[in-house]
């Protein structure tokens, strides 16, 4: 798998606005919170983006709930085989459940398989379209593999989504600045 042409093809896709899933568990709740992100002061910006993740971690099966949890916990220890194997698990499982995919693309980003983590980051994007998380870890492989043409994008659909996201509008100045000018 070519990490570049992951990138594209993803990229490519980025240029629709961001669709909310037609359906989908405590869908109405999403829908709520992300209108949420663009309103009121940034502590109610944060809470709002903290409860869309609390949503997205949730699942109405309690194991998968509690296996979710045991992979977040592997991958905050720094524990990357264990928690690729449970959100393996969890995505052959539940291949539904956008956040298996998002967290098995953290933990291949993590372990330097890019091709295969934009790989999961496109499935969870056909899963939840507005996955600001997703977006941003595509925004780092591209980074990653010299390609600011693809992480602009990235960082735009996430804008999109979240557009009091911290930080990303003045990382797209620093790419903007600093990327080489080319004529095509």
Request: with cysteine; net charge negative.
């Amino acid at each position: 798998m070519n990490t570049q042409a992951e990138l594209w093809a993803v990229t490519g896709e980025l240029a629709e606005p961001a669709r909310r899933p037609a359906q989908g568990f405590r869908a109405a709740e999403l829908d709520r919170l992300f209108d949420d992100l663009g309103k009121g002061n940034a502590a109610q910006r944060r809470d709002a983006e903290d409860a869309i993740w609390a949503v997205w971690c949730d699942h109405p099966d309690p194991a998968a709930r509690e296996q979710m949890a045991f992979g977040i916990a592997a991958l905050a220890g720094g524990q990357l085989d264990q928690a690729r194997a449970l959100f393996d698990q969890l995505v052959d499982a539940y291949p539904d459940w956008a956040e298996t995919w998002n967290k098995r693309a953290t933990v291949l980003f993590l372990l330097h398989a890019d091709a295969v983590s934009v790989a999961d980051i496109r499935r969870t994007l056909e899963l939840e379209p507005r996955h600001f998380g997703a977006l941003g870890g595509l925004a780092q492989i591209a980074l990653r593999n010299g390609d600011p043409d693809a992480a602009t994008a990235a960082l735009r659909a996430l804008l999109r989504c979240n557009p009091r996201a911290a930080g990303v509008a003045d990382l797209l100045e620093t790419i903007d600045r600093d990327a080489p000018k080319t004529v095509h």
